[in-house]
């Protein structure tokens, strides 16, 4: 019995262990009761690093496909992304990126080459455009459901075949694999439920500037629903087929009817690279004024004055200030331009918009007149805002209601809170949109500070990056009323780089929400104003 009874306590002690398959002798102590859960807890964080691996991987080898949509054959792919968004990218036109959605996934649609059979009938009937452009809609909604069961079944079978190879172990495979199915439904799931289709209305375009007109759109009042996402879209198709079937000049869009563009410029600064790309721009973007708001030149000298002469090439009327860098010789050659106006505490009425301005009250270049040189010390101040309480008083007393006013400074914008809906301004080299302090009962004014549209001339090779070229298109609606602008910025000097960025006012009528800007000493309003470079 003894014999027995020890021959079995022995084939106890020594069977494999259930676990980890040991035929050693199991230890014995306190240690013992805490290794189970530790193992266990190891067990499942390595499950679902397992999952979280494949259903990147099975994201990454599946998650794509291929789609008509209207006339092209488009591939559509998913990858992991922090922020989200889409990318239309359209070959070699360039790509619309736009904030469609959030999640970690993002959607790129690939427009590729026409079908022959589909191009041959494109170019016998234009009209085929048109009808070809009314299913992409349909076919966009279609082959992105296909998309998400195609990522789903590849992110689950890539799991799957993983964690078999891994764990070898039928249980282990299938919790891995239903948790990359749970981890790649919730993402699919976060960008459905987030998603925005008013977001193609403010695309941020990436391309040949020549291009952007046709790419973006016409800017157009917004509406939050499906209709006007499925007008874009159609619209968006219809305008990339034109492009690929034909061999003649840029098709320009029809206008908007009732939309007044204007393209605002500032702080040229003897850069001859502005004129080309602001002529560029007037001609695609069928600009209907221009507004520069100062520092053509450097120092303001006589043989800078021919750098003017560029404005009449433009046949559009330009409406230009003083800034800190010009003096009255180069207003007065501005002026000599057919088609130029120059505002001094003066306004115009063009194109349906009455303008007012007003010219920087210092001239840098001349350390006698301006001592305190272009900082914004409090002699400076006294002087910028000194001249937009002139400009004020003449808005105030306008027989027309004013729709834009003009300074060089921000630091001027001040005193206009109030007096019209929009001022424009340069002098700091950086772009910036912001809503003026207003009393009680004032309307809104916003104000925009324009970039420089001449990289800061030879200011802008100073860093360590060379300063964008930039410039603005103002859409204005029927009653005169910012709708929608275009930022455009072009790499600086010796860079090629094209960026335009489309900002829709939803409501005209109450301006552009910004951040409020504070009030100096003295109680007079005023901006805060970057330290400028010229």
Known sequence: MDGQRDEGHDDADDRDDPVTGDDRPRPTGWWVGAAGPLRRLGLIVAVLAVALAGAVLGVLAGGQVSTDIGPFRANLSISPARDGGTTVDIPPLGALLLDSHDGPTHLTVRLGALDQGRTEALIDDPASISRASQSAVEDVRSGVMRLGLRTLGASVLVTLILAGLIFRDVRRTAWAGGLALLVTASSLGTAAATLRPQAIEEPRYEGLLVNAPAIVGDARRIANDYTKYAEQLQRLVGNVSQLYTTVSALPLLEPTPGTTRVLHVSDMHLNPTGWQLIRTVVEQFGIDVVIDTGDITDWGSEPEASFVASIGLLKKPYVFIRGNHDSGKTAAAVARQPNAIVLNNTTTTLAGLTIAGIGDPRFTPDKNTSPAGSGLTQQVADQVI???NQLAATVRS???????????????????????P??????????????????????????????????????????????????????????????????????GTGQAQVNLERRLVENPAAGVPATPTPTPSGGVPATPTPTPTG
């Open 422 to 491: 929009l001022v424009l301004a340069g002098h700091t080299h950086s772009r910036q949109v912001s809503e003026l302090p207003q009393a009680p009962g004032q309307q809104r004014t916003t104000l925009m500070v324009e970039g420089s549209t001449g990289g800061a001339g030879l200011r802008g090779l100073e860093g360590e990056k060379p300063t964008p070229l930039s410039m603005s298109v103002l859409y204005f609606d029927q009653q005169k009323l910012l709708q929608a602008y275009d930022t455009i910025t072009v790499g």
């Open 398 to 420: 306008s027989p027309r209601p004013v729709n834009i006013a003009l300074v060089h400074d921000p630091a001027s914008a001040g005193p206009l809170a109030g007096t019209c």
């Open 386 to 388: 000194g001249a937009g």
